[in-house]
């Protein structure tokens, strides 16, 4: 699936369940830069099952992770002339609301309003 997703022509992809080595690291190409969740090996956990791979055209100055408290929510914010917009990748597990309420935290308590 990678060698098929170009970064000339896609600028974010959300992955769930990523391959993950000995090291908790997933792999991609340099045409590529990984996002992890902000909790990912925090406390000897590395089973992250949501990563971003933002395309290296981007600048790394354009977009901001934002730190929501979790191995399954990885989070960015793009900013730029036309104002800001979020990008969420969640590996929501149906047997409870723990993400979404991670989630409805930080984005109540940690976004500014606009």
């Not at 002339?81 to 149906?94: D, M, R, T």
Request: proline share 5%; net charge negative; aromatic share 8%.
């Amino acid at each position: 699936m990678f060698n098929a997703a170009h970064s000339t022509e896609w600028d974010v992809l959300t992955i769930q369940e990523p391959y993950l080595d000995r090291l908790g690291n997933t792999k991609a190409s340099h045409h590529w830069r990984v996002v992890y969740p902000t909790d990912h090996r925090r406390g000897g956990s590395s089973c992250s099952r949501s990563v971003l791979l933002i395309s290296s055209n981007i600048p790394t100055d354009a977009y901001t992770v934002l730190p929501i408290p979790s191995t399954d929510i990885t989070a960015v914010c793009f900013t730029g002339e036309h104002g800001a917009v979020s990008i969420v990748n969640i590996y929501n597990v149906c047997k409870h609301n723990d993400l979404l309420t991670a989630l409805d935290l930080y984005l109540t308590h940690s976004l500014p309003l606009t």
